[in-house]
């Protein structure tokens, strides 16, 4: 219904404004995020554009807002190291994606939010690592549980 995805949005759009004028949900409890081994590499989401269905499913799921702003705005190409930034790079370094320790942030639909930690990944080379944590969106069916 038209209603109900409007009323999702004012309600993330809310809880963004709260969140970045100080008001935290840091009360609520800390959701450990899974270890996952990428199975399938051609599964991932070049530049995935999150519905407002998906935005409320991850907020749901992670009730961090500023967390689920920089999902939204960062899973994508622009934002990942240069040696994943475009299809070509991803195919031809299909192996060196295989070698990274990704955590699952959330589930949307058939749909996974993984985050690669910089500390975790010290290993890789330089080309597909990041100062910052990132994050893409895979199918789920591409992951295994570690």
Same mark, same amino acid.
């Given at each position: 219904?038209?209603?109900?995805?409007?009323?999702?949005?004012?309600?993330?759009?809310?809880?963004i404004?709260?969140?970045?004028?100080?008001?935290?949900?840091?009360?609520?409890?800390?959701?450990?995020?899974?270890?996952?081994?990428?199975?399938? #590499?051609?599964?991932?989401?070049?530049?995935?554009?999150?519905?407002?269905?998906?935005?409320?499913?991850?907020?749901?799921?992670?009730?961090?807002?500023?967390?689920?702003?920089?999902?939204?705005?960062?899973?994508?190409?622009?934002?990942?190291?240069?040696?994943m930034?475009?299809?070509?790079?991803?195919?031809?370094?299909?192996t060196?994606?295989?070698?990274?320790?990704?955590?699952r942030?959330?589930?949307?639909?058939?749909?996974?939010?993984?985050?690669?930690?910089?500390d975790?990944?010290?290993?890789?080379? #330089?080309?597909?690592?990041?100062?910052?944590?990132?994050?893409?969106?895979?199918?789920?069916?591409?992951?295994?549980?570690e």
């Amino acid at each position: 219904m038209p209603g109900n995805k409007i009323v999702g949005d004012v309600f993330l759009c809310c809880l963004i404004i709260l969140s970045s004028c100080g008001y935290q949900l840091n009360e609520l409890p800390k959701k450990r995020f899974e270890r996952i081994r990428i199975v399938d #590499a051609s599964e991932i989401y070049g530049n995935y554009i999150f519905s407002s269905s998906d935005s409320m499913q991850l907020l749901e799921q992670l009730r961090k807002p500023s967390l689920v702003h920089k999902i939204i705005g960062e899973a994508r190409e622009a934002y990942w190291p240069s040696g994943m930034q475009n299809l070509d790079h991803r195919i031809r370094n299909r192996t060196e994606l295989y070698s990274y320790k990704v955590y699952r942030v959330a589930n949307i639909g058939t749909r996974s939010i993984l985050m690669v930690p910089p500390d975790k990944n010290k290993h890789m080379s #330089a080309a597909f690592q990041k100062k910052d944590p990132f994050y893409f969106v895979i199918n789920i069916s591409a992951t295994r549980i570690e």
